[in-house]
């Protein structure tokens, strides 16, 4: 017990050195699965703290969850990618202003043997159309994020209530759920960046292959926010804007433009 | 079974070559539980000392809400801190939300039951006469309490460790209130999580390794204070 001591206090403070961003200049950012789940604000975050000083910690959480933490007060900075929401979150006075950060698709995604026959078909709504007609296993995130919303408006378009046994709810983030639809050979809608960094990862383990896609529902907008300071006086207003102004620049927006996975890009830049 | 075998293979790598993003890991998991689990033996030993020792109205009643507060789910422990430190909570001007601190509080939440109903047990178990004995040699009754809290200190040392082996495997409530960021509040249990969820079951297997290193240190240390102490009940040291 007398040698635990010395030992357990030698360890506390090693433990309290070295954090990363743990200075007192750092920013929380609020942010989808994808963006952080495809590894790429593990390419972008490093170049922004040696070029600024300026530690930032992702709470990683689905669109719905990062905008709720945001209104109250628990993030400098939202990247998200839910427009309509994004915009009545700044009409609300949340948000300083929105700005088009980046974008890609979203894509359909399935068991290659695709026993519901969606492959190539050229509307998202047709293809939701077959998976439920034929009751195939359908994996949703049903996490409120951005994916998740999506998902749910194609479902409407398709005219269709998705429920029953095939219908699987899963409530967990975008890697989460590629890797169970995987396990179930399940179909699901995911972003074309979670895709490929999955894929990468993964190879055949993941099972599951791009069946529908360039259906221009499939749009992916992704937005960068400041969280206002006049509602939330606690907001590191300096920084957040460092942050938002860097990730607009020119020279970030190329820097994300060459994040690739298979020679392709995860996020187009579309700062203007 | 391929994927399991590298894991494994590729899990020892990872801690035979003290990688520093997995040591921090580790330290900022040992840091939280130890601190928290410090807290709670600060103020559940007396606490339950006192409850071992004094007779009144209420005591039923608190003892039965320490035993149900035992089995208290980490997830609504995360909840309630979460809603309290959050900025538009009560407690929101502190700051707390998301760091290392709201961790340690959250856990202090869950293992200060085990401490303090197990310290209760333990001080209730000790030989009664330890407390007459002192009092008749004439202790006061605050220096006969202390003879007998020290007679019960492997079960109060145990009680610590069943706080603490609760506590560094927990999940829910460090990932609601820390909110899993890199290198500032990570720890074992939610870097598993998120790395299996991302597909890097190496890192994942890995970490539960070391964590599955920690219980069996902790459990080898409880046999050894239990071991210490029916050695001791037969006449030993």
């Known amino acids: 017990m007398k040698r635990l001591v010395p030992a357990v206090a030698v360890l506390l403070f090693l433990s309290s050195s070295a954090y990363v961003g743990a200075g007192p200049r750092f920013i929380t950012v609020a942010s989808t699965t994808s963006t952080y789940n495809s590894g790429l604000f593990g390419y972008l975050h490093p170049v922004f703290t040696r070029e600024t000083g300026i530690g930032v910690r992702v709470v990683a959480k689905g669109t719905g969850a990062s905008l709720r933490l945001a209104k109250e007060c628990n993030a400098d900075v939202l990247v998200v990618h839910a427009k309509a929401r994004e915009e009545a979150f700044v009409a609300g006075g949340y948000g300083v202003k929105r700005f088009d950060l980046m974008y890609n698709d979203f894509v359909i995604v399935g068991p290659p043997n695709d026993p519901a026959g969606v492959k190539g078909l050229k509307s998202a709504s047709d293809a939701f159309k077959k998976i439920a007609a034929l009751q195939a296993t359908f994996a949703s995130r049903e996490d409120n994020s951005g994916t998740n919303i999506k998902e749910l408006a194609i479902w409407k378009r398709a005219g269709i209530k998705p429920r029953g046994g095939w219908y699987k709810s899963l409530g967990q983030s975008m890697g989460a759920t590629l890797r169970v639809a995987g396990e179930m050979s399940s179909y699901t809608l995911t972003d074309r960046g979670t895709w490929l960094a999955f894929k990468e990862k993964m190879g055949k383990r993941l099972r599951l292959a791009i069946l529908t896609e360039g259906d221009p529902v499939l749009f992916n907008q992704y937005g960068i926010i400041e969280v206002n300071p006049e509602k939330c006086p606690h907001v590191k207003r300096d920084l957040a804007q460092t942050y938002v102004e860097w990730m607009l620049s020119k020279k970030t927006q190329r820097l994300i433009g060459t994040y690739r996975k298979f020679g392709e890009v995860l996020f187009h830049p579309s700062a203007r | ?237």
């Open chain 2, 1 to 237: 079974m391929e994927t399991i075998v590298q894991g494994l293979k590729q899990g020892l790598l990872l801690i035979l070559s003290a990688d520093p993003g997995l040591f921090f890991i580790v330290a900022l998991s040992l840091k939280v539980s130890l601190s928290a689990v410090a807290i709670a033996a600060f103020l559940g030993i007396p606490f339950g000392a006192f409850l071992a020792f004094s007779r009144f109205p209420a005591r039923g009643l608190l003892v039965t809400i320490l035993d149900t507060l035992m089995g208290l789910p980490p997830v609504v422990v995360g909840l309630v801190v979460y809603l309290v430190l959050s900025r538009s909570g009560p407690l929101g001007d502190l700051g707390l939300l998301f760091t290392d601190r709201a961790m340690i509080i959250a856990q202090t939440v869950l293992s200060f039951p085990i401490v303090c109903a197990l310290s209760l047990a333990a001080v209730q178990g000790a030989d009664p006469r330890a407390f007459r004995e002192a009092l008749s040699l004439g202790a006061t009754r605050y220096q006969a309490v202390w003879v007998v809290v020290r007679e019960a200190r492997l079960g109060i040392a145990g009680a610590v460790l069943a706080g603490l082996g609760r506590v560094v495997a927990e999940v829910g409530a460090v990932m609601m209130v820390g909110g899993n960021i890199a290198g500032a509040t990570r720890v074992m249990t939610t870097a598993i999580v998120l790395e299996t969820s991302m597909g890097n079951f190496e890192q994942a297997i890995g970490l539960g390794m070391v964590l599955i290193f920690i219980a069996l240190g902790l459990n080898l240390a409880l046999s050894m204070i239990k071991g210490g102490r029916a050695h001791r009940a037969e006449g030993g040291v």
